[in-house]
């Protein structure tokens, strides 16, 4: 018996659960925690520098961990394993592709504007919708990769005989 089988990493399940762990547990954290206290912290335009760096690649993770999970399940899952998943990579895929790039250039826009002008002010409406559009979209991604970890979890139990 080699040293990895007896470690039991000969299967997709500890992959699994790493690539979950990271993908759930680095979306909460830094969503829920890191974002806020950075915000609060930050003065405007060098938090808004900060997340223009993270947010390209917190996105891309969105999209790549789903496909990862979807190909390194240990489990027989069924269509709603498969719909939490994609639900959860379109968020990522919504953000990547399409907000984040609207939200640069409405940024760009404003930042070369005057302060108080119409412009200025018609710029960071758009700018509050188009960042809220954001929101919903990793909030939904976050929500539905939570569902796929219950579900997971469920299909995993319901295979093992738990000893007491």
């Not at 912290?41 to 917190?58: H, K």
Request: aromatic share 14%.
């Amino acid at each position: 018996m080699s040293f990895i089988t007896r470690l039991g990493l000969n299967t997709r399940l500890p992959y699994h659960g790493f690539i979950y762990a990271v993908a759930f547990g680095g979306s909460v954290f830094y969503s829920f925690i890191v974002s806020p206290l950075v915000f609060k912290r930050l003065p405007r335009q060098e938090f808004s520098d900060l997340q223009a760096v993270v947010f390209p690649t917190y996105f891309a993770g969105q999209i790549i961990a789903p496909l990862l999970l979807a190909a390194t399940t240990s489990v027989s899952p069924c269509p709603v394993h498969y719909g939490a998943l994609a639900l959860s990579a379109l968020g990522g895929i919504i953000n990547y592709f399409w907000l984040l790039p609207k939200c640069a250039d409405i940024k760009v826009r404003r930042n070369q504007a005057k302060e108080g002008t119409e412009e200025y002010n018609e710029l960071s409406k758009q700018f509050g919708k188009y960042h809220g559009l954001s929101t919903l979209a990793n909030i939904v991604s976050i929500v539905s990769l939570g569902f796929y970890g219950l579900l997971w979890q469920k299909s995993l139990t319901s295979t093992m005989v738990i000893h007491p």
